[in-house]
């Protein structure tokens, strides 16, 4: 979405790439649907984690819970902007890759 709306943005003619994918529309659609999907299967995984571990709030897993909370905080705050607010296209995507690059990091950077 960020490499189509620059596209679209910062070109007079269209190229190539530009013309064969879909509207910005329909990606933003579809952005959202899969976003709503995964801040769907997060909450789930949230409230197992707490549900069937005990020690997710322990020192070693402290930093990986924080920082999962913070992401479902930031999933939750696109969707409500975008629901109530009407975000879309730049504060969507920044928010949008700022949750996924906090997830990479939750996933790849653990001490367990």
Known sequence: LYIQDRLLHSYQHLPDLAKKMPALEDMERLLFAIITVGFILLTIVCIGSVYFFDNIFQPPLLKKTLLVFITWSIFLILLFGRYLFGWRSHRAV?????????L????FCSEV
């Open 94 to 102: 920044r928010y949008t890759m700022a949750g996924f690059f906090l």
């Open 104 to 107: 990479i990091i939750v996933y």
